[in-house]
T-cell receptor, first 116, second 113 residues
Framework: GAGVSQSPSNKVTEKGKDVELRCDPISGHTALYWYRQSLGQGLEFLIY????????KSGLPSDRFSAERTGGSVSTLTIQRTQQEDSAVYLC??????????????FGAGTRLSVL | DQQVKQNSPSLSVQEGRISILNCDYT??????FLWYKKYPAEGPTFLIS?????DKNEDGRFTVFLNKSAKHLSLHIVPSQPGDSAVYFC????????????FGQGTELSVKP
């Protein structure tokens, strides 16, 4: 597709379960980002991948959160042993990584995670 | 520690008038700033950006102003249209820290016909 694609669009899970959220970036974009937006809050940076460099994980809130990016394209955000405070919209973005617009990020529609 | 702040959670404007959305920041190491627009159930959409070496950038009905001494930027929409009703986020980029952005909390703009 032309834009950033995220799946699932909605996820309801029980406390303590693991969840996986998927992001397909725009083709050719070398940079990929994960953010989350809790109710009434701004976007909180989680993790950033740029090409083959080591990811910037400085925003991950705990060791229950992890992400990987396979083949420089698709990324999966995994939350283990989910807690109610993990409920939020998880947004993925990608950017070209080079050129004048290298850092303009294009967002997917997000995955709304609800932990019961 | 909120490095990017949008102190007005909401703003209501009459169609055809000017909308002014404000954003303050605390870190002088930000080297450019962006505004994003977000409709419900959609991801944020890039609107306009400005480098820290400029004080103004204009794109159609949208103009962003940057006052570095005050660490303040604003987005002007003239004239405002009902389709502009959305949540607007300002975001800041750190110099030399990759591409991650620091976002404000957002301002919900309502443009009334």
């Amino acid at each position: 597709g032309a834009g950033v694609s995220q799946s699932p669009s909605n996820k309801v899970t029980e406390k303590g379960k693991d969840v996986e959220l998927r992001c397909d970036p725009i083709s050719g974009h070398t940079a990929l980002y994960w953010y989350r937006q809790s109710l009434g809050q701004g976007l909180e940076f989680l993790i950033y991948f740029q090409g083959n460099s080591a990811p910037d994980k400085s925003g991950l809130p705990s060791d229950r959160f992890s992400a990987e990016r396979t083949g420089g394209s698709v990324s999966t955000l995994t939350i283990q042993r989910t807690q109610q405070e993990d409920s939020a919209v998880y947004l993925c973005a990608s950017s070209p990584g080079q050129g004048l617009a290298k850092n303009i990020q294009y967002f997917g529609a997000g995955t709304r995670l609800s932990v019961l | 520690d909120q490095q990017v702040k949008q102190n007005s959670p909401s703003l209501s404007v009459q169609e055809g008038r000017i909308s002014i959305l404000n954003c303050d920041y605390t870190n002088s190491m930000f080297d450019y700033f962006l505004w994003y627009k977000k409709y419900p159930a959609e991801g944020p959409t890039f609107l306009i950006s400005i480098s820290s070496i400029k004080d103004k950038n204009e794109d159609g009905r949208f103009t962003v102003f940057l006052n570095k001494s005050a660490k303040h930027l604003s987005l002007h929409i003239v004239p405002s249209q009902p389709g502009d009703s959305a949540v607007y986020f300002c975001a800041a980029h750190f110099y030399n820290q990759g591409g991650k952005l620091i976002f404000g909390q957002g301002t919900e703009l309502s443009v009334k016909p």
